[in-house]
Each structure stands twice: as C-alpha cells, then as structure tokens.
C-alpha cells in the first residue's frame, strides 16, 4: 500500500504561518491536492496539482511539493481557518490515497 | 451551479447489502469521471471507488473490493455504489465526488449520505 503521513494536530496562533505537512514516497513525483473540512460540513478543495487554488480559496493559502512532502502554509492564519485538512495523492498502483488528515487549531 | 446529491443511506443489518445514488447537475456528467469516498464517525477521509467517464474503468479500495460496484448511467446523469456483504466498519458518511481528470483531483463534493450497519 501507499502510506500517506500527516501530523494528526497542528496548532497556531491567529496572525501567524500555520505549515502542514504531508509525507510520501515519491511525493514530489505526482500531484497533491488539499481539502478543508469544518465540523459538519463535506470537504472543499483548496489546493490542487500542489500550488494552484480554485476560485474563491484566499492567497493566504498555498501550496508546496518537492522531494517526498507536499506542504499546505496558511499565511496570517485566522480563526476561520479553524478546520480539519487532508491531502489527496494519486498512486498508479494503490489509486486514491488520503492522508490521515490534520486538525489546526487557532489558539 | 455544480451538484451532486447522494441519497440511500439508512441502517442495515450486519451482511446485509444497500444501494447508494448520486444525482449529478450543472455540468456534462458523462464528461467526468466521478469518486466514492466515505468518512467513518469521528475519522478521517477514505478513498472507496472510482469510476471512469465511460464507465469502462473502475478501481476500489482494497477494504471494499468484491464487495461494492460503482456504476454510472450517463443517459440519466447518475451514479450508484452497490454495497453488498456490509460490515460494521462500513459505517461512515458516503460522498459523490466530482474528479478533476488528468490531475485527479477532487473539485465538488456532495452532501454525503450516512450509512449505518448495526444489528
């Protein structure tokens, strides 16, 4: 199987840069995608093909992918960023692969 | 607008099986090809299923395979999961996902519909 890792929690205070990592074997070799899930709610994309962001996703998000990890930074994180993230990788074997998923909490 | 909304969810007997829908709107639906991924309480994302635009391709999840069949009808724009043999740790809420394509990723995501075994 295709083991993706994520830390399961990571925490920031609000004005500051929240860095969430996402870790695999190749990683850098194919695309990741990031998804935002608030309690109660389905998951929204916020970042594809690593660094790009749908329409209406704010700047402050932004995406990295190079070597074996993938990086989603909230720039000026604020309390609406609040939420539970999960990467998405694709492996040509496995399929579809989530990563465990982070919770950031602003403090 | 985009939509996709899953209906069927409800409570089934351990063995027991179900069938899930998805209803697709505001795009052409035979042009994409569309994702089950379910969410178990209080857990994180899993990946069930996959679906090609055509419907000639489909993979699954090693948890789920031999046991679910996706499968789509482009004429009614719809989309179905057939879960048979359910087990307890089936239970989790089943999203319709709308695939990218070639960058496969995940850009619409439906409501969810929740799926209980327990006897």
């Known amino acids: 199987s295709y083991d993706v890792t994520q830390p399961p929690s990571v925490s920031v205070s609000p004005g500051q840069t929240a860095i969430i990592t996402c870790s695999a074997d190749?990683?850098?070799?194919?695309?990741a995608s990031w998804y935002q899930q608030k309690p109660g709610q389905s998951p929204v994309l916020v970042i594809y093909e690593d660094t790009k962001r749908p329409s209406g996703i704010p700047e402050r998000l932004s995406g990295s992918n190079s070597g074996h990890t993938a990086t989603l930074t909230i720039s000026g994180t604020q309390a609406m960023d609040e939420a539970d993230y999960y990467c998405?990788?694709?492996?040509?074997?496995?399929?579809?692969?989530f990563g465990g998923g982070t919770k950031l909490t602003v403090l | 607008e985009v939509q996709v909304v899953e209906s069927g969810g409800g409570l089934v007997q351990p063995g027991g099986s179900l069938r899930l829908s998805c209803a697709a709107s505001?795009?052409?639906?035979?042009?994409?090809?569309m994702n089950w991924v379910r969410q178990a309480p209080g857990k994180g994302l899993e990946w069930v299923s996959y679906?090609?635009?055509?419907?000639?391709?489909?993979q699954y999840a090693d948890s789920v395979k031999g046991r679910f069949t996706m499968s789509r009808d482009n004429a009614k724009n719809s989309l179905d999961l057939q879960m048979n043999s359910l087990r307890d740790e089936d239970t989790a809420v089943y999203f319709c996902?709308?695939?990218?394509?070639?960058?496969?990723?995940?850009?619409?995501w439906g409501q969810g519909t929740l799926v209980t075994v327990s006897s």
């Open positions: 996902v709308r695939d990218s394509g070639t960058s496969r990723y995940f850009d619409y």
């Open positions: 190749r990683l850098g070799d194919k695309y």
């Open positions: 679906i090609s635009s055509s419907g000639n391709t489909k």
């Open positions: 998405l990788v694709w492996d040509s074997i496995t399929a579809a692969v």
């Open positions: 505001g795009f052409t639906f035979a042009s994409y090809s």
